[in-house]
């Protein structure tokens, strides 16, 4: 039975080791090398040396905050306006999977499309969303304004987390209605018989019982937020200055425009021990409460 | 085996294990199935004719344009020559990486690739690109004439002395005016900021555009490029003696502070710092501004009706305006940048691969690749010939500033951080996070800093 246990597992781990541990491995190898596109073939070994370069270097830390302050004023938002959805559309109605298939419809178009789309939109002078905006007395500046708006380093920072959030918000809503449909009745039948509110019902029966689900939303979608790059590069391209450079601007960079090879994977080493303990925090606290 | 069996005969059991098992296998087979698929080596017919693969931009006009030329070679003398030419066209869109990881992988899969010069010298170094002086002085291979070359496009190719690509295409940057609106371009800087004002609405309230000119200030490859020609027109170097940074220099901060000054008196659009070559492209062809610095491979679309309707009669174009000099003359300084075929160090066809570069960029080849669109290789010649002076009027003027006023990056390895590192600086200047002399002063550190860790100071 042992035996077969680890029969059925084999195929799956010797996957694993292809596509997850080895690439890791390379990437810590090279990491302990000063490595660049020109001394690729001959490479020397420096040890921590660059894990150092990375930690010293204050664009590093910069594109951390970015990064950081990204994520947090992205997924509140995507959680609250998709858990806000899900809950209206959880009802039969007439219309129900075409209303459900425009509100996806953001999410599926492809993030470099979006990104080429919200550069002509939102630009000061043709795009039509600073013409509206301009008609209620927005002064301008959506992607050009470097100064800080409270917490947030730059205007174009903010606009970039809007597009997350009209981007991603149906993903947060898809996988809330799949939780909110799953739930059982009972509860709900009980509460109305003993007289409990909406409101109450709703604090008391439906956010205990949606909370593994909403921490799993959160998981997802925080990875993905650090990860994103796509948007962030077409729109700034971490500009104007850097206050829109995230770590995946920040690595992209490094290793592929100035070619600093081993620079670029101490960065990925440093991002995944840091993902991890995000992760394993989300996890620990958010999915098991504890 | 006997648990097993004895789990298998409860219904349940046999449901579950059954499950597990058929989900392994299907899950192993799609991606074992995958992995073979991506594995194999990309699946061409056997050729009758050896076949040289070109890796090229697929932007408009390279790909197309050298496809054009390619089937008219293929027609005309891949029979003689034993071979032809395909071009395989890559996203325009993440080209560079593609370059990085495919040379650095030491692949066969391809014989040239297209390059911009301001990577030959890291590749040259690491190897994977082929040094052509043997190729070039064997005359029973391909004669082949240097001498009808730009001399700035020759320059751009050499590394440690060494020729190690052919340039194929060279590009600068013009100044684009409305001519229905302006009847002398500006020749200085300081007349640029005025026929600018003029030009601006909030200045001018009868300007028929609301701005006077425009600049590419986003972060990316374009906003160092057009800086150097403010830098240098105001007599600045990159390096001094010994390669001494020297891009804080007096003539530095000031010609930083004049280009980021045109922001501040308003006579460009407030978001500047998101313009890049797509938006100054719109600024001019929507009336916006009546001037703009754009790269010459706009003067087509600037030009045609289909692609400007209302401005396509209506515009010229000037060499940049320049720095004038106390005796009188003026300074001017245009970007040059050239694309290049370069040669795999690891293709299996070299001889027959310097063949077709040098078919490419031969005189025949180049008018060819003009005629269906191409922008110019680097030849006398071919600014010259008159098959194409209705196709591409531009020419002569394009052929005058570049050697008049041409000037290149330097072709060290370590260019391509260094560019990135004037990317950064210039980015925070034009962000207010820095001024001009601080970014300057930063960016001229972070190079010493870097040719230091690289030896270059002994």
């Known amino acids: 039975m042992k035996k077969m246990k680890y029969l059925l597992t084999a195929p799956l781990i010797a996957l694993l080791m292809i596509i997850v541990i080895y690439p890791f491995a390379y990437a810590v190898y090279l990491s302990l090398y000063d490595i660049s596109i020109f001394t690729f073939a001959h490479p020397k070994f420096c040890g921590i040396k660059n894990y150092l370069n990375v930690l010293s270097d204050p664009l590093f830390w910069n594109s951390l905050k970015v990064t950081a302050i990204f994520v947090f004023f992205a997924i509140i938002p995507e959680l609250l306006i998709g858990l806000g959805i899900a809950l209206l559309l959880n009802r039969e109605f007439r219309g129900k999977t075409v209303v459900q298939a425009l509100i996806i419809m953001p999410m599926i178009i492809m993030p470099a499309v979006t990104g080429t789309m919200f550069s002509m939109l939102l630009n000061e002078v043709i795009g039509v969303i600073p013409y509206y905006l301009r008609l209620i007395g927005f002064s301008g500046g959506l992607l050009s304004n470097p100064q800080p708006i409270l917490f947030i380093p730059s205007q174009a920072l903010l606009t970039l987390i809007a597009v997350d959030i009209w981007m991603w918000t149906p993903f947060i809503f898809l996988i809330l209605h799949s939780g909110l449909q799953a739930l059982p009745k009972d509860p709900y039948e009980a509460a109305l018989i003993d007289g409990a509110s909406k409101l109450q019902i709703f604090r008391h029966i439906t956010l205990p019982l949606m909370k593994p689900v909403m921490a799993v939303a959160l998981i997802f979608r925080s990875i993905e937020l650090i990860k994103t790059f796509d948007i962030i590069y077409i729109i700034t391209m971490g500009g104007p200055g850097s206050t829109t450079e995230t770590l995946s601007v920040f690595t992209y960079l490094h290793c592929f425009v100035m070619g600093e090879i081993g620079f670029g994977a101490a960065l990925t080493v440093i991002i995944l021990i840091f993902m991890s303990v995000v992760c394993r925090f989300m996890v620990k606290y958010l999915y098991y409460g504890r | ?210 701005y006077g000119t425009t600049t590419q200030a986003k972060r990316g490859e374009c906003l160092p490029k057009e800086w150097y020609q403010y ?140 005629a269906a669109g191409g922008t110019p290789v680097p030849r006398v010649s071919v600014f010259t010939a008159p098959e194409l002076a209705d196709v591409h009027p531009e020419w002569p003027l394009m052929s005058e500033v570049i050697n008049k006023y041409g000037k290149s990056e330097i072709p060290i390895p370590e260019w391509a951080t260094i560019h990135e590192y004037v990317n950064i600086y210039l980015s925070l200047a034009w962000a207010g996070k820095l001024t001009p002399k601080d970014a300057l002063d930063a960016l001229n550190s972070s190079v010493y800093e870097l040719l230091k860790e690289r030896g270059y100071y002994g």
């Not at chain 2, 061409?44 to 054009?68: G, M, N």
Request: glycine letters at 4%.
């Open chain 2, 1 to 210: 085996m006997k648990n097993l069996y004895g789990i298998l005969r409860t219904e349940k059991a046999i449901t579950k294990v059954q499950a597990v098992i058929i989900a392994i296998i299907i899950v192993v087979a799609a991606i074992a199935g995958v992995i073979y698929y991506v594995s194999l080596p990309p699946s061409r017919p056997t050729p009758t004719l050896k076949e040289i693969h070109v890796y090229c931009r697929a932007s408009p006009p390279e790909s197309d344009a050298w496809t054009k030329a390619a089937e008219y070679f293929n027609e005309k003398y891949s029979k003689d020559m034993g071979f032809k030419i395909v071009i395989d066209p890559v996203p325009h869109h993440g080209y560079l990486e593609m370059a990085i990881s495919t040379l650095l992988s030491k692949s066969p899969s391809f014989d040239l690739m297209l390059m911009l010069n301001m990577y030959i010298g890291e590749f040259a170094e690491a190897g994977v690109i082929e040094p052509l002086d043997h190729y070039l002085t064997n005359s029973t291979l391909y004669p082949y004439d240097l001498n009808d070359f730009l001399p700035a496009s020759l320059e751009s190719v050499r590394y440690k002395g060494k020729i190690y690509a052919l340039p194929c295409t060279i590009s600068t940057m013009f100044l684009y005016y409305r001519k229905d609106l302006i009847s002398k371009p500006p020749d200085t800087w300081d007349e640029y900021f005025e026929v600018a004002k003029n030009f601006t609405s909030s200045y001018n309230p009868n300007s028929p555009t609301q």
């Open chain 2, 231 to 370: 830098f240098w027109s105001f007599g600045g170097e990159f390096f001094e003696n010994d390669w001494i940074p020297s891009f804080n220099s007096s003539a530095g901060v000031k010609s930083l502070e004049f280009q980021i000054g045109l922001f501040k008196a308003g006579v460009v659009p407030p978001d500047v710092n998101m313009y890049a070559y797509s938006e100054v492209m719109t600024a001019l062809q929507g009336e916006i501004t009546a001037m703009a610095i754009q790269w010459d491979a706009a003067y087509y679309y600037y030009t045609s009706k289909e692609y400007s309707p209302k401005i396509w009669d209506k515009v010229a174009i000037a060499p940049l305006p320049g720095y004038r000099l106390p005796d009188g003359t003026i300074r001017r300084a245009h970007f040059v940048h050239t694309w290049t075929f370069v040669l795999n160090a690891y293709s299996q066809n070299k001889e027959e691969a310097f063949k077709a570069m040098a078919w490419l960029t031969s005189t025949e080849g180049a008018i060819k690749y003009a």
